[in-house]
Every structure is written in structure tokens, then in C-alpha cells.
């Protein structure tokens, strides 16, 4: 009693090692399935695979289905790296029933993903031949049924070259294929030899006169259909998103941004130009000078500094007090000819120089000035 005790106490103590690990093993191996299953998710919608699987006729295939075709090849991986993971875990224990099942199921794993492949393709080929057909023939009164039965049959190709590579059920897809093959052969030769030849005959006639009426539409619906990759382009068009309303366009922007603003050289309102000073103020708004300075001699100009001189007291730069021009008080520019004056009298203004005629009406100091309540003496410069 007591060694079959012991025994027994030995035995779960050697298993509980075994036991932790595969519960280790079974964790990790979770945890990582589970970030592949979110990492092919993001990359697989990145990629636009959900897009190419409705294009290629699947989508009617999911239309019931709680998970989109991105989430399901996801699903399948995450299952299979668990399968991975089991065995693995289950390997802990030794060999075991368990592990030569999951063993076989791990092998057969590679055909389930070429068959899914397989069908993905077959029916990206059907829908596209069926669009091509439409396009061509669509004006015809035949033109979708052809479309129709070229894509049926492409699917069918592909649901049987799947099933084979499953290696389910081979001898009876082979044997249905074979047999529906057969019955159509049987048909076509129990109509034609078997009292069927008139009948057929007036078929056949009619057939062909309908193809010959319907030549000019075929040829020209040939000649205007658009090619196969403008075809594909326009269905992809369909599954692109619409642009949010209320969200300016690029160039309407910049288009508002410069819709307003002052076109280059245009004046503006109340500004005067002179003759020769196109784009610029007048010469008694420069910046940096004073409109009413006075000019010495000629080539003082700009704002440039002379000596003020005064006349009688509350007089200056050579008008009474209270006549004086008002700072940035724009003038009114004249083109006549001005008199060159008298150097040898004296005056309260000197000559205005006439290569600008924007300083016409400037006023002028000069350095001689009569003075009031002198008797008997001339001008003399203060």
C-alpha cells in the first residue's frame, strides 16, 4: 500500500513540471496568434484585399457573413498558428494520439490555402470575362446571357480544380463532371439525328439569321467598347470613397486666398501719379521728408536739408502765417511750361525745377527776403 502510494505521489510529481510547461507554451503561443491576427487585419485592408475580393464576385459569397474577407484569411492564420501551438504543447507529454492528429491536420494546411487561392483567382477571371462580355455584346439581345455562362463556367472550373486539390471527394467530382459532360453530348446528338433535324434545322436558321441582323450592332459595339483595363478602371471607380462634402478643394484655397488682394501696379483709390514717377506717391508724400521743406539749389532734392529762413515774425518759409501746406496734403500736378524768373530780382519763390512736374506747387524759401520796416534798404539774407 505504501510503494503504490508512493508510486502514485512520484508519478504527479514528475507530471507537474510537463503540466506547466504546457500551459507556458499554450500562452505565449495565444498571445502571438492573436497580435498576427491584428497585424494581417491592418495590413491586408491597407493593401485594398477587401476591394479585389468584391471586385472578383465574392461579395455576394459574404454578404450574410459577420466578418469581412480580410477578417476571415486572418481568422484562418490565427487558427492555424494555434494548431502549431497545440502541437507543440501537446509534444510535451511525449507521443500521444493527440499529436499525430493535430500533426496530420498541420500537413493538410497548405492544400486548404492553395484551394482558397485557387478560388479567390477563378473568380477574379470570372468577373472579369463577364464584364468584358457585357461590354462588348451588351447591346445585343444575347450579350448577358453569354456574359452569364462564360463566368458560371469559369466558377465551376474553379470550384472543382479546389476540390481536387482538398483531395475531397475526387471519384465523385470527377464522376459529376464527367456525367454532366456526357448529358450535354447526349443531348445535341439525340436532338440532331433523332427526328429532331427539322426542328433543329429551323433553330439553327433562326440563330443565324438573328446573328446576321445583329452583325452591324456587334461590330460596332466592338469598335465603341471601351478596352479591358478601362473597363476595370471604371469598376474600381465604384468602391472608391466619395470626398466629404463641405471640404474646399486644392486650388479653391488659394484661389479665395488671392481672389481679394491688390493686383501688382493696379492704383488705389484717391492716389495720383505724375508724369514720370509711375507707381510711386508724389514727391511731397516721400517717405522721410517733410512736404513742405524747402529747396535750396537745384539738385537739393528728396527731403535733402537747407537752412530755413524766415521774414516778418509768424512768416515762414516764405507765406504768411496760416497758408502754410498741411503736412502730406496731396497737390494737383501740372504740365504747363513754367517762366524761368528774373535772377537779378528778388523773390519769394525760387525757380521749380522742370524736369519734375510734380514739384510745381511746392512752396519755396529762399535767402532773400524784404523786410518789413526797413525804409531805403534792399533785401539783405539774414
Avoid at 507530471?15 to 497585424?39: D, H, M, R, S, T
Amino acid at each position: 500500500m505504501g510503494d503504490s502510494f508512493r508510486n502514485a505521489l512520484d508519478n504527479v510529481v514528475a507530471f507537474l513540471p510537463a503540466l506547466l510547461l504546457f500551459i507556458i507554451i499554450l500562452a505565449i503561443g495565444y498571445f502571438i496568434a492573436k497580435a498576427l491576427e491584428k497585424v494581417l487585419v491592418k495590413v491586408l485592408e491597407k493593401v485594398g484585399f477587401d476591394r479585389a475580393v468584391e471586385r472578383g464576385g465574392i461579395k455576394k459569397a459574404l454578404q450574410n457573413s459577420q466578418y469581412d474577407a480580410s477578417q476571415i484569411l486572418a481568422k484562418i492564420v490565427f487558427y492555424a498558428v494555434m494548431l502549431f501551438v497545440l502541437s507543440t504543447a501537446f509534444g510535451v507529454f511525449g507521443q500521444n494520439p493527440i499529436s499525430d492528429y493535430l500533426s496530420a491536420i498541420i500537413g493538410y494546411l497548405p492544400k486548404v490555402f492553395v484551394a482558397i487561392l485557387i478560388l479567390v483567382i477563378a473568380a477574379a477571371i470570372a468577373a472579369g470575362v463577364k464584364l468584358l462580355v457585357q461590354n462588348t455584346l451588351g447591346s445585343l439581345s444575347y450579350g448577358k446571357i453569354l456574359a452569364n455562362v462564360a463566368s458560371t463556367v469559369i466558377l465551376a472550373l474553379g470550384v472543382i480544380a479546389a476540390l481536387n486539390q482538398l483531395e475531397i471527394a475526387q471519384n465523385v467530382v470527377n464522376a459529376v463532371l464527367y456525367a454532366t459532360l456526357a448529358a450535354l453530348v447526349g443531348v445535341v446528338v439525340v436532338a440532331v439525328g433523332g427526328g429532331g433535324i427539322v426542328p433543329m434545322r429551323q433553330r439553327w436558321e433562326n440563330a443565324l439569321s438573328k446573328v446576321e441582323a445583329e452583325a452591324p450592332n456587334m461590330k460596332r459595339e466592338a469598335a465603341n467598347a471601351s478596352s479591358p483595363r478601362e473597363a476595370l478602371r471604371q469598376e474600381a471607380q465604384q468602391y472608391r470613397p466619395e470626398p466629404q462634402q463641405g471640404q474646399p478643394q486644392y486650388g479653391d484655397q488659394q484661389a479665395q486666398q488671392y481672389a481679394g488682394q491688390q493686383q501688382y501696379g493696379q492704383p488705389q483709390a484717391g492716389q495720383q501719379y505724375g508724369a514720370s514717377a509711375y507707381g510711386q506717391q508724389p514727391y511731397d508724400q516721400q517717405q522721410g521728408g517733410d512736404p513742405s521743406q524747402a529747396y535750396g539749389d537745384q539738385g537739393q532734392r528728396y527731403g535733402q536739408g537747407v537752412t530755413e529762413q524766415y521774414g516778418a515774425e509768424g512768416q515762414r518759409y516764405g507765406q504768411p502765417e496760416g497758408q502754410q501746406q498741411q503736412y502730406g496734403q496731396p497737390q494737383g500736378y501740372s504740365t504747363e511750361a513754367v517762366p524761368v524768373p528774373d535772377p537779378s530780382q528778388a523773390y519769394a519763390q525760387p525757380p521749380v525745377q522742370q524736369e519734375d512736374p510734380g514739384t510745381q506747387q511746392l512752396p519755396r524759401a529762399t535767402g532773400y527776403e524784404r523786410l518789413e520796416g526797413d525804409q531805403g534798404q534792399g533785401g539783405q539774407q539774414r
